[in-house]
């Protein structure tokens, strides 16, 4: 594979917590798709909402992920460390006639049967929040496993936040800023930011960059509707059942378990899933259900 085409993939979490198996398929997705291509896979830690922050996340993040065999390439990039880049972006929009302020909130917006502009006056004095000018709106784009995804123009027309009226940078700049820096050729995710997507490939055309392609993977869920996640108190990964973790997680992106039982080593297990790693043997649906263990 020449320099120019090389595989560049990501996993990006948020330290509002340890890591669970919700996030673990997500991180072993991303991390598969791109070592089956013989390509770098990243990690960034997308610390630039504090309040919703856990002290000591980030490092028990990184640590759950070296001990499930999860080992990235290069330097962990800290968003928190990126808000130079992000004022600069910022500013580029703005001088573009792309962004405004605004200090209306959604309910706001909606009650006043708009979805798109500011509904409310912008020259009052207070806290603002910047959103983006969604002049281009995209509607749909292709997922490499769920195909053609169609999104209505409530959401694919917003004129999204782009920086919070608390100072704080929103997530939709924050990682299309990052995915451009970092290079990312393919961004592996959740099924859950299916939607979004749209928004955030507005913004790689608003800054005159190629998008990349896209795979949405299945979430794992305790019932319908209900994914695993810090917020519903999934059990955090622990070290010592990371070849067990592994299984479940391999189960839920569409491998037998019956192919999964041989292993007994985490390492033998992930070059094997990396040899044996194919798009097409994702589950169609986008939420998996699962028994959580009482462990």
Known sequence: MSESSLYIGRFAPSPSGPLHLGSLVAALGSFLQARSQ???????????????????????????LQEHGLTWDGQVLYQSQQSARYEAILARLADAGQSYSCQCTRAQIKAAGGHIRCAGPREKSGPAAIRFLNQKPVHGFTDRHLGN??????????DFVIRRKDGLYAYQLAVVADDIEQGITEVVRGADLLEATVLQIALYHALG?????????PLAVSKPGFKLSKQNHAPALQGRQALDNIRQALAILGFGKELLADFDQVDSLLNWAVANWQISRLPRHREVQLELSSH
């Open 209 to 217: 960059a190629l998008a990349p392609s896209w795979l949405h993977l």
């Open 149 to 158: 995804i169609e999104v209505g123009p409530e959401l694919a027309e917003e």
């Open 38 to 64: 013989n390509g770098k896979w990243l990690v960034r830690i997308e610390d630039i909402d504090p309040p919703r922050e856990l002290v000591g996340a980030s490092a028990l993040i990184l640590q759950q």
